[in-house]
């Protein structure tokens, strides 16, 4: 991409704000020098890892960590060089992350694909992150317990530490030496232990004088019977220095030998946190995702540019203060002639469609709304500003014409190309002819062209040329400002004399320029004057019906709420009934049975009560009937009505989980660290508002008894409770949660001693309920909870 594009697009602000959310310093760097690609594949893949990274943010929290850009470290050990505590835990840290992030995206390459490709690129530890953690404390210091013979060499210096302070202690305490000292402390001069003598003094205590103070009042002296108590502290501490030296030494030899797979990671690792920085700016953004189209090598045949952007947002522009614009020519179109006053944002919004593509090609979402289109173009160019340059003597037009030239010369069918002011900065005539030339010669070429300009003859080009569309940025009269408002398909009007005379310019003069005006330009002025108010007109009233429809839709969406709850209510007093009626048949067959016992003891035939069983049976099948919803009830929402990272409950399950993909009947749902499939009907929104089944859908077959049962939740808690009190309660639990129709429950239990544990699987095994039962996960709990799978109904 051409750099003086970019620079005028202002791209390298949308870089440095990208850089701002990255966490370490290689992405930073990547972040600054990202550029954007005429390779569709690529474009395509950049935007993919974009909204892979934005769907698991959304999920969970994820990130880096604490990763350094340790790359110069590991060049420096593979050089043989030693590395420092720090630089060591640095390298412990970013390994750390790395594995973090290797475990948080197993098995999850269904869901993404492309950042799971980028983690796999990830170094593994090499036991580095043990050998670091063997050696160094937290804070960067060698441990005791780093080699058998640092701890011998630290132990020995403790002690020698204690004796020599003990001897020099006498020298402060003792009542002869205590008067000759400055002040009663021990103190350390050139890496040896002293004492602060008073000058008058010197020589009383026979000692190697090493230091005096400034004013030459005290003099620091080592009493010579403390010397050689020195001497072995002093080799202790060089002993102590070459131990922690070759350890660390042994540590970054470690390092050294994996140092090209630990810069490839560390490659990678940035790529990946570019990768979370381009979803943190897009959510900053509120930005979506563009459809990119690529755009045929082929210059024979027509371009067809899909370009469509729907309230789009310039990103350096505050969103609060930001006008949004749509830029939605009709097919076949190839240029775009905008018109307007000055200050009525031209070049905002020619600024806008060119950042945008550029952002989009950088694998960026776009302040867009979603379904906006963009072709991917091979090379985007733009002329906006001042190009006056004093040094080489060019006039603006000089300066705005060399650029130009410049442009023409790479422009091909898959450029698109932005003029801002095209052909001023010279005699009108002349600039306007020099316009057209320049349009009709972008339009042979087959570029993609915007082009901002004052020039009536413009205008008409644009309206008698096929492939070309005028476009207008509306001015409010009554307040004298620019709306920022883009229109297609109108040209802009000047305006001078409307806004002369409402500054209060005198009528008569106001009448002589009118006079000097062609009347056709006149009539022109007021017919699209004329246009623009209808087409306002006839917006408002579009609103106004889409208020009304959407105000439709809410008392529709309401009445299929109103209709659910009638249906449950239904539901539910079947239910009862049904639940009766088997209690009944059942009182009724327990008659039956002990009629027909006392039939045969009397040994009277059974013919008698043949046709009562029958009609018994004939009940019974009655009652074991599901309730089923009723066929024609319309599902209240649909999956369109859903979407991916919304949260919901589970009704059956009393569980609230995020949406993560979405089938024709069913949804897929997040719930911790596990994901269920449901079905629509099974699913609650946030607000508590219930989906309904889909119209083939049936209820699940589960025991009679199990219609109507509220699902416990996922899981009891019998902590803190004893052995005997918490089978109890658990057998409760499972039949509730076998009833409701859960698939699996979670018995937390605690680790302890042991003893509840064991007695919960004894419990569990065999149990009528329970089809198998294992130990919890890692992130469930571990070894104090047990999770059992539930037979199915």
């Not at 449901?678 to 219609?707: D, Y």
């Amino acid at each position: 991409m051409d750099s003086k594009t970019l620079n005028v697009l202002e791209y390298p602000k949308i870089l440095e704000k990208l850089a701002g959310f990255c966490d370490f310093s290689a992405s930073m760097a990547l972040a600054r020098s990202l550029e954007p690609t005429d390779s569709f594949e690529l474009a395509i893949s950049r935007l993919s890892e974009t909204t892979e990274a934005r769907k698991i943010l959304s999920l969970q929290g994820m990130g880096v960590g604490a990763a350094h850009d340790i790359r110069p470290q590991a060049d420096l050990a593979a050089r043989g060089g030693v590395l420092d505590p720090h630089a060591l835990l640095d390298v412990k840290s970013t390994l750390i992350s790395c594995r973090d992030l290797k475990k948080n995206f197993d098995k999850k390459e269904n869901e993404y694909p492309r950042l799971t490709l980028i983690v796999e690129g990830l170094p593994e530890t090499f036991g580095i992150v043990d050998a670091i953690t063997k050696v160094l404390s937290e804070r960067g210091e060698v441990l005791d317990s780093a080699s058998p013979k640092l701890a011998d060499i630290r132990r020995s210096l403790r002690i020698a530490q204690d004796r020599l302070m003990s001897r020099l202690q006498k020298y402060v305490t003792d009542s002869k030496t205590s008067q000759m000292l400055q002040e009663p402390i021990i103190t350390q001069r050139d890496g040896r232990y002293v004492i602060p003598l008073r000058a008058e003094f010197k020589g009383k205590i026979k000692s190697v004088i090493h230091d005096q103070s400034s004013s030459g009042a005290t003099l620091f002296i080592e009493p010579l019977p403390i010397v050689e108590a020195n001497n072995e502290i002093r080799e202790l501490q060089l002993a102590q220095r070459d131990e922690e030296q070759r350890i660390l030494a042994e540590v970054s030899a470690i390092v050294g030998e994996h140092a090209v797979e630990l810069k490839y990671g560390v490659e990678n690792l940035a790529v990946l946190d570019l990768a979370f920085a381009k979803a943190k700016y897009a959510d900053e953004l509120h930005a979506n995702e563009p459809v990119l189209h690529e755009l045929s090598k082929n210059k024979s045949e027509k371009p067809s540019f899909d370009f469509e952007l729907i309230h789009a947002r310039h990103p350096l522009i505050d969103s609060n203060q930001v006008v949004p614009i749509d830029v939605d020519p009709r097919e076949g179109t190839r240029a775009i002639v905008i018109t307007g006053p000055n200050t009525g944002g031209k070049t905002v919004s020619l600024k806008t469609v060119g950042l945008l593509v550029v952002m989009a090609q950088s694998g960026l979402h776009i302040p867009a709304q979603s379904g906006s289109q963009l072709p991917c173009f091979h090379s985007v160019y733009a002329d906006i500003g001042d190009e006056q340059s004093i040094e080489q003597s060019l006039s603006t037009f000089s300066g705005h014409i060399t650029n130009i030239i410049r442009i023409l010369k790479h422009i091909d069918h898959r450029s698109l190309v932005i003029f801002d002011e095209l052909g001023s900065g010279t005699d009108p005539q002349e600039g306007a002819a020099i316009a057209r030339a320049i349009l009709s010669h972008l339009l042979e070429t087959g570029a993609m062209t915007l082009v901002a300009t004052h020039y009536p003859e413009l205008k008409t080009f644009a309206h008698s040329t096929d492939g070309v569309v005028n476009a207008s940025l509306e001015f409010d009269i009554k307040t004298l400002r620019p709306t920022y408002k883009l229109t297609l398909g109108l040209p802009g009007r000047s305006n001078a004399l409307a806004i002369a005379q409402r500054l209060g310019l005198p009528q008569s003069i106001i009448d002589s320029a009118k006079a000097e005006i062609n009347p056709l330009d006149l009539r022109a002025d007021k017919l699209l004057d004329d246009i623009r108010k209808e087409r306002n007109r006839t917006s408002r009233e579009r609103e106004k019906l889409e208020k009304a429809r959407a105000k439709l839709e809410k008392q529709n969406v309401d009445l299929e709420k109103r209709l659910e709850k009638i249906e449950d209510e239904r539901r539910e007093t079947l239910a009862k009934a049904r639940a009766e009626g088997e209690l009944e048949v059942a009182v009724l067959r327990s008659n039956i049975d002990s009629l027909k016992s006392q039939l045969k003891k009397a040994s009277q035939p059974l013919q008698a009560i043949k046709s009562i069983e029958e009609k018994m049976e004939e009940i019974e099948n009655k009652t074991t009937q599901p309730v089923e919803r009723n066929s024609n009830q319309q599902s209240a929402f649909s999956n369109q009505s859903l979407k991916l990272g919304e949260r919901v409950t589970v009704s059956t399950l009393n569980a609230e989980g995020v949406v993560t993909a979405l089938s024709e009947s069913d949804a897929e749902i997040q719930i911790g660290t596990i994901r269920v499939r449901a079905r629509m009907s099974e699913l609650i929104r946030k607000s508590s508002e219930q989906l309904s089944e889909s119209n083939k859908q049936k209820t699940v077959s589960r025991p009679s008894s199990a219609v109507g049962t509220k699902s416990p939740g996922m899981e009891v808690d019998l902590r803190g409770l004893m052995s005997e009190d918490a089978l109890d309660k658990m057998e409760k639990y499972l039949e509730q949660a076998y009833l409701s129709g859960l698939p699996f429950v979670r018995i937390i239990h605690g680790k302890g001693t042991g003893k509840l544990r064991q007695a919960v699987r004894d419990a569990l095994r065999g149990h009528s309920y329970v089809k198998s039962f294992e130990e919890g996960g890692h992130t469930e709990g571990g070894e104090g909870v047990t999770v059992a799978k539930l037979n199915a109904g």
